[in-house]
């Protein structure tokens, strides 16, 4: 499953670079792409874990960066 989201108050785009990179390592996780320009994120994951999968993504773009949203 391929999903886009919209980011909010993403501020830097090393940090963008070192989410997308973080992310594309949790399992379950085909691809990722976080535009710092578009402020927006594209996933594509397992359908059947794709809840638990977002969970994940939360918690590791609010180690990089805490005031970060993602819209869902």
Known sequence: MKKKFELEDLDCANCAAKME????????VNDAVMSFMAQ????????????????????????VEPDMTILM
């Open 21 to 28: 990179a973080a992310i594309k390592k949790i399992d379950g």
């Open 40 to 63: 927006k994120l594209t996933i594509d994951a397992d359908d059947d874990r794709f809840d638990e999968i977002m969970q994940e993504v939360v918690k590791v773009c609010k180690k």
